[in-house]
């Protein structure tokens, strides 16, 4: 069994500690009497999601050989207006910068969403999640950092 701890340190700042040892500053914005100094629980598990597919479609074009400048994983989310607000509808934009094959990409993306990324299907439960991609010749062409 995996164990995070989260632990008050002041205010509304919280210390995450992940089962991996690492940890991270949460605290609530200032209009929530929080001090602004980390980032909200809620939003984590965006950058959790885009972490997990990104992480995998990183690893499976690499198994396939194929060559690529930068990878960026945009996770946009539409939430409910009451409380507790949450996400309906999630967008995930997978952004490739190089000269890949769109059918190792749609490839390496499926497989990320469909099999590998455990984050995908539990927030699926809550949302409908949306994939959209991208591939950029050159880095000109787009957002790509």
Known sequence: MKTARVKWVEG???LGNAPSGHS???D???EAN???SGTRPKEL???GLGGCTGMDVVSILRKMQIPFESLEVEVHAEETVEHPKVWT???VVYRVVGDVP???FLKAITLSQERYCAVSPMLGKAAE???HHEILKTRKEGHAP
Do not use: S, T
Request: avoid cysteine.
């Open 34 to 36: 929080g001090a602004n």
């Open 28 to 30: 609530a914005a200032q």
């Open 102 to 104: 769109e059918d190792k």
């Open 45 to 47: 598990l965006l950058v």
């Open 12 to 14: 509304m700042q919280f």
């Open 24 to 26: 991270i500053v949460m």
């Open 89 to 91: 509808r999630i967008e």
């Open 129 to 131: 999640i949306i994939v």
